[in-house]
Each structure stands twice: as C-alpha cells, then as structure tokens.
C-alpha cells in the first residue's frame, strides 16, 4: 500500500506579500517623520534666513529663502553692540560648564552608590529621594530665594550653579545605566584588593561614557536655555546670562527682527555642536538606562 500523498500550499507568496506590507509602512513612517522633521525646521531655517537679511526684507512674500545679499554686518552689531552680546555669552558659558562638571561628578558617585553599594535602607532612601522630583520647581522658588538672600548670594552666579549641580534626575539615569555593568568586575576588582574610589574611578566610571553623555546634553541644554532661575536671582545686566540677555536686547533692538534674529542664531550654535558632536552616545545612553531598575 502506497503511503498517502500530501500536497503543500507554497508559503513564499505568502511571505513575499508580508514583506511588501512591511516594507510599504516603513516607508509610509519614514514619510510621516520626514514631513514632521521639516516642519519642526523650518521655524529655524527662517530664522537663520533672516539674520542676513535687512528689515525690509523680512515679511516680503513669498518668502526669500536665500537673500540676494548676505549682510553680515547684523552679526557684527549684535557682538559689539552697546553691552555686547559676548558678555552674555562668557555668562552662560561660566554657569553651564561648572553646573554640568558638577552634576556629571554627583549624579555619578550617587548613582555607584545606589547601584552597587550595599548599604541599609538603601531602596528606601532612593525611593524617597526619587519622589522629590513630584515637586515642582516653582514651588521651590521663593524658600531657595529666601535662602540664598541669607547666604548673599542673591546677584552671584552661584546662585545658579549650585542648585543645579545637584540633580534627582541625573543620578536616577546613572544609577539605572550602572545598574547594568555586570556585578563579577567589582567582585573581581574588590579580590584584587581595589577600594571603592578605585571601583568607581577605574572600573564603574570609564564604561558609563554613554549615560554621561546623555546626562551631558541634557544638562547643558536645560541650563543653557534656563530663563526663570537667572530672571530671579541676577539683577545686574553684567551678570545676565542668553536668555535674559536676549530678552532684553529684543526689546532694546525694538522692530529690529534681522538683529534680534541674529543674536536668536548665535544663542543657538553652541547647543547645535554639543548635540552634533554628542549625538553619538545619546541613544545609546536612554536605551541601556532602562534595561534594568
């Protein structure tokens, strides 16, 4: 008796048209991203449009992507006008550069700390410290001016950098990415004698390049562009840092949109390199900070 013959349906067709389908919607979301992508830039190539422009030119329609004439001299009378736009620019360089050495440095040894060291109560004390971040900054804004009036510093820069050298977010992002650096190096490092300094320094450390350097961007970006905190505490012109010091010269400049557009683009250029050269580690970084909790 001859065994019964059993016949297959072909699967690549099947498969090929699951392929297509596939293929269809990345292409549809890359299209969908692509179109949002233009929108969200075109605010910022206008505005680097009309920097070179004249004041004449700015509300010509249709609008005048390229100018026939690039005037460079708006770029000029921005950085040596009447207060110089470079003073806000040393201001806000001085601030960022010390609030995110200092947050790297603290956000990293609390996150070590909550993530490798054993210690009692430490869930506890985390989740405590984790449920700060519920509070809203306003909320804090007149006990931490009533405080800093106390200490003098009311006026000063430190006013500014010390609280933000000191961040819940920061050491929750590190504390998550180190959570993911296998446990048998410190186990290794501890038998060979290594102390805790040297664990984190020499070991910890050098492998959380990626959670750095989201932490960075981050960081540097928020106070870079911090308006409220230097509104508050800073009340010498001479101390302003760019965001302060371009709302006041928009309403110094007046109608001026070519110069208030150009001091717009110069404010903008040092948080585009950072990205830019950053971008790199970004991903990565919010990627395995949430690997394990």
């Known amino acids: 008796m001859q065994p019964a013959m059993t016949t297959h349906l072909p699967a690549r067709p099947v498969a090929r048209k699951k392929d297509a389908w596939r293929v269809a919607g990345r292409v549809l979301v890359t299209l969908l991203l692509a179109v949002f992508a233009l929108l969200m830039i075109v605010p910022f190539l206008w505005m680097l449009s009309t920097s070179f422009k004249i004041n004449g030119e700015v509300f010509k329609y249709p609008i005048e992507w390229i100018?026939?004439?690039?005037?460079?001299?708006?770029y000029r009378k921005v950085w040596a006008g009447k207060d110089g736009f470079y003073i806000y620019y040393l201001n806000s360089f001085k601030i960022t550069f010390i609030t995110v050495f200092g947050n790297l440095l603290t956000s990293a040894m609390a996150g070590f700390a909550f993530a490798k060291l054993r210690f009692k109560?430490?869930?506890a004390l985390f989740l405590i410290y984790l449920s700060t971040m519920m509070i809203?900054?306003?909320v804090l804004l007149l006990p931490r001016f009533i405080l800093f009036d106390n200490m003098h510093l009311i006026n000063t820069h430190w006013s500014l950098i010390l609280p933000g050298m000191f961040t819940v977010f920061g050491t929750f992002l590190m504390r998550q990415f180190i959570s993911t650096l296998p446990g048998e190096l410190l186990e290794a490092a501890r038998v060979d004698g290594a102390g805790f300094w040297r664990m984190f320094w020499q070991i910890s450390l050098p492998l959380t390049k990626p959670a750095l350097v989201t932490l960075l961007i981050l960081t540097f970006t928020w106070h870079w562009n911090e308006y409220e905190?230097?509104?508050i505490y800073l009340r010498d012109k001479q101390l302003f840092t760019i965001p302060l010091g371009l709302t006041t010269f928009v309403e110094e400049a007046g109608v001026n949109y070519v110069l208030s557009m150009a001091a717009s683009v110069s404010s903008f250029v040092p948080l585009l390199i950072v990205v830019i050269v950053c971008?790199?580690?970004?991903?990565e970084g919010i990627a395995s900070s949430g690997l394990k909790g």
């Open 279 to 283: 971008q790199r580690w970004f991903v």
């Open 67 to 74: 100018p026939n004439k690039w005037h460079w001299e708006n």
């Open 136 to 138: 809203p900054g306003q």
């Open 121 to 123: 109560g430490r869930e």
């Open 229 to 231: 905190g230097p509104l």
